[in-house]
């Protein structure tokens, strides 16, 4: 059997074994899951009447401003699952099954392979379910065609597996599971200082830098244009960028962390 029968073969049962964990604790994925939900009817139902002043200057219908708030809570719902990660490989590694899978004669890169797969899975499936509750609520998308879905699917796809990368390093770099909660909080807290909820126009001038020159911003903006129609501009690149970047530096920081030898 060659090297890459031996990967593919040993990353299948690492995500399975992940897939297993991820039931045995459900607390963790229907907080995460919860989370987002939350805030969607939050801000439709409580906010929504104050924030939609910020897409016109003067008010919106709520239609409009639940159309301009899906995407962004969309991409929060990618950002909060890898935390999630980030707890579950820290539990792995303080917990001794890494070290017991280094004793073994398996692929080394799919135990973390597993990891990134089963998060990337897990936030889809995520996706799918909160965007069915914005659907129950009133968001629709009628102008988009069947290949600005395709490129939506593939974009939520690509940013879940940049930020898994990251997550996966954050928690081999953490010395417990407490720590790489805290430790993964900026994946929560980036998509809460971006333009998900209103423009970046809306925000103060000192702050406008702060929400447009960071990656879920550019990510956001494209989703609502293949979603909605609006202006795409350079954001489509950015983004692509953004997430080709940090899948390099999340994969290369995650092996060099878990090639390390123990202590």
Known sequence: MNLVSVAVRDSSTMLRRNLLHARRYPSLTLNILLTPIV?????????????????????????????YLVPGILLMTIGATPAGTAISVSMDM???????????????????????????????????????????????????????????????????????????????????????SNNALPLIILPLISSAFVPVDAMPGWFQPIARYQPFTPAIETLRGLLLGTEIGNDGWITVLWCLALTVLGCAWSTSLFNRDPK
Do not use: C, K
């Open 94 to 180: 303080t917990e001794g099954i890494i070290a017991r899978f280094r004793t073994m004669a398996i692929h080394r890169g799919s135990v973390l392979i597993g990891h990134v797969i089963g998060s990337v899975l897990q936030a889809l499936i995520s996706v799918a379910l909160v965007g069915a509750v914005a659907v129950a609520i009133g968001f629709r998308s009628t102008d988009a065609t069947a290949l600005e879905w395709l490129a939506a699917f593939g974009l939520l796809a690509l940013v879940s597996v940049a930020f898994t990368w990251i997550a996966v390093g954050l928690g081999l770099a953490s010395p417990n599971a407490e720590a790489a």
């Open 39 to 67: 805030l969607l009817l939050l801000f439709v139902y409580v906010f929504g009447d104050v924030m939609s002043a910020g897409i016109t200057g003067g008010g919106a219908e709520r239609s409009e401003y639940i159309a």
